[in-house]
């Protein structure tokens, strides 16, 4: 910013809180966060990917139908499970809830959440709530049962809350 200097001030007051303008900054001090984001993106979106992976070739050899499969090319994060039967897809994202790092003991239930046809499954152990770069399970509890799986910030704990899931459906 240029001109003036009440001017100036008065724009940096508007830009942040009054009594702090220019001293913190437009970024409300928060340049660390985001470069840190910047950083670590590329690891996180690669330990997705990768934990996507393992769960499309473990459920896979299981018997079950994925999408995609473990050796397709991938555009997103998302991996879709077909369980065929309504238990066993509740089962898989309890599994996932219980091998989060965060509310592991916590059980979801399916339940009607406003929006939705049928009632909703949702398991998310995130350290940030609504994230969907962190390990989750959500799934429309309708035929064919298909839960839809993504993240995991380190491919260690995307392949441990799987794994978990896994062991929860046998």
Do not use: H
């Amino acid at each position: 910013m240029v001109g003036k200097k009440e001017l100036v001030e008065l724009v940096s007051e508007r830009l942040t809180v009054p009594g702090q303008g220019k001293e913190v900054g437009p970024s409300l001090g928060l340049n660390k966060p985001f470069l840190q984001g910047l950083f670590f993106a590329p690891s996180v979106v690669a330990s997705s990917v990768k934990s996507a992976i393992f769960a499309s070739k473990m459920l896979e050899e299981l018997g079950y139908e994925v999408n995609p499969r473990y050796n397709s090319k991938r555009v997103d994060i998302v991996q879709a499970i077909k369980f065929g039967e309504p238990e066993k897809l509740i089962k898989f994202c309890q599994g996932i809830q219980m091998g989060s790092p965060v509310d592991s003991s916590a059980i979801p239930e399916p339940w009607d959440m406003p929006g939705y046809t049928n009632k909703v499954i949702m398991a998310a152990g995130a350290f940030t709530s609504g994230s969907s770069i962190e390990l989750s399970c959500d799934a429309p509890i309708r035929e064919p049962y298909i839960a839809y799986l993504q993240g995991g910030l380190t491919y260690e704990y995307g392949k441990l809350g799987i794994l978990k899931a896994v062991q929860n459906i046998m």
